[in-house]
Every structure is written in C-alpha cells, then in structure tokens.
C-alpha cells in the first residue's frame, strides 16, 4: 500500500535536519482514496477529551443520554482546562477499542479499517519508517483515526509518555482542499512557548516527528465547512 515511488534515502536525509519531515503522496492513490471514504462514511468515532485530569471517550449514543446541565458541566470544564494549556477535544477511533466493537469481521467497512491499523503496524511500514528515521528499535505502531469539526483542539505538549515507548508521532492527513484560516494546523513551538511554524493538513501526506517536539493542533473555527481528517497515532519501540 506505500507509495513505491518513495525515495527513502532522500527522505532520511531530510528528515536528519529537523527530525520532522512531510512525505507526499505516502500511500498508492487508490488506498488513500478508500481511507479518505471511510473516514467520511464508516468510522465509528467517539467524542475524546479530558475531564478533571481523566482521558474520556463518549459515543454519540452515551452523548444523547447527558442532560443539558451535564453537557454544559462538561464543556464548562473543558473550556476551564484549556485556558491553562490543558487537555484536548476531538472525535476518534482507536486501535485499543477494536475489540470492544461487537462488528469486527462482520461489517466489511469496519474490517477494511482494521486492516488500515495492521498495516500501520506491519513489517512493510515500520521497514521503511526506520529507514527514514534511522531508528531500528521501532516494533509497532499505535494509531487511530480522528475527526476534528469546529471548536474541536489539541493543546500544546510533548507525547512523551513514561513506559509506552513512543518514539515518532504521526499524522496521516486525509483532508482534501484544507484552508489555513479554517484552524485544525499541526503547529509546533521552541521549548519556552514560542511558535516555530505550522503544518497544513493535506490528503496522503504522512507528517511524522520525533516525540520530543511540542505540537499541538489549533482550534478549528466555526466556520470550517469541513472536518478535519486523518489517521494518528505513534511508532513505538517496546519489548
């Protein structure tokens, strides 16, 4: 499914500068084609944010069942925590909760999806990410999809998380005709706050950086007429 046209050498030597890098056209067009249609009709996402310091993930049904106190309550806190620099709120799917989905290799659409996380994971994949990133201790990967709509945001931080060994974040952009005032940028920043640049969200390309960068993804505006898409996640080395 990778683009066999990449030129991995050329890529390494970019990605030796920065320890960043964008690669174009990641994947062959018909597969990112299909994963951009999924992402748009099939995924189940749920709504991810956190709560007084707790990772929270709500389906649309556990979401149609708060009052609208609660639902306020909620957002109260989220907006609180984001004023200090804290938490984030968007729509995902993660590899962790596929067994929990009582449809897996059932729904032919949900099947193909799963098939997209084992092959972030597979040999094809992370020989090529170690060959970019010169990293031979990469084992797997954990990723997910996201959906960022309006008022949906990721606060500033680093994704390095003691005992789970992620050593490269990644996003695998699947937003087609993305304009930089809609928000939803992949923005990073120097080690005191200050902004360094950001990255558009694109189709096909694979965004991929050490975790040891601070990132974040600003606010997506009200007026964005579309979401956000992507594939997300870590290659990470454990065992």
Same mark, same amino acid.
């Given at each position: 499914?990778?683009?066999? *046209?990449l030129d991995t050498h050329?890529?390494? @030597?970019?990605?030796?500068? *920065?320890?960043?890098?964008?690669?174009e056209n990641f994947l062959q067009e018909d597969i990112a084609e299909r994963i951009l249609d999924a992402c748009k009709n099939s995924v189940p996402?749920?709504?991810? &944010?956190?709560?007084?310091?707790? &990772?929270q993930s709500k389906s649309p049904a556990e979401l149609a069942k708060l009052s609208q106190?609660?639902?306020?309550d909620i957002n109260n806190k989220i907006t609180a925590a984001a004023n200090q620099g804290i938490g984030f709120l968007y729509e995902g799917y993660l590899k962790s909760r596929v067994e @929990?989905?009582?449809?897996v290799g059932v729904n032919q659409k949900l099947d193909f999806l799963h098939r997209v996380f084992e092959y972030m994971g597979s040999e094809d994949v992370l020989n090529k990410i170690k060959a970019i990133t010169g990293n031979q201790d990469i084992t797997g990967a954990e990723p997910q999809y996201t959906r960022y709509t309006s008022g949906h945001f990721l606060t500033r931080h680093l994704d390095v998380v003691p005992g789970r060994g992620r050593r490269f974040a990644f996003v695998l952009g699947m937003t087609k005709d993305w304009h930089p005032d809609w928000g939803g940028l992949l923005q990073f920043y120097e080690k005191d706050g200050t902004p360094r640049d950001a990255w558009m969200p694109q189709f096909n390309v694979l965004s991929i950086f050490e975790v040891s960068h601070i990132h974040a993804v600003t606010y997506v505006t009200p007026y964005a007429p579309v979401p956000?898409?992507?594939?997300?996640?870590?290659f990470v080395a454990r065992g």
């Open positions: 499914m990778i683009n066999s *046209d050329e890529l390494a @030597n970019a990605f030796k500068i *920065d320890k960043r890098l964008m690669i996402f749920s709504l991810q &944010y956190v709560l007084d310091g707790q &990772y106190q609660e639902s306020n @929990n989905t009582t449809e956000r898409l992507s594939l997300t996640g870590w």
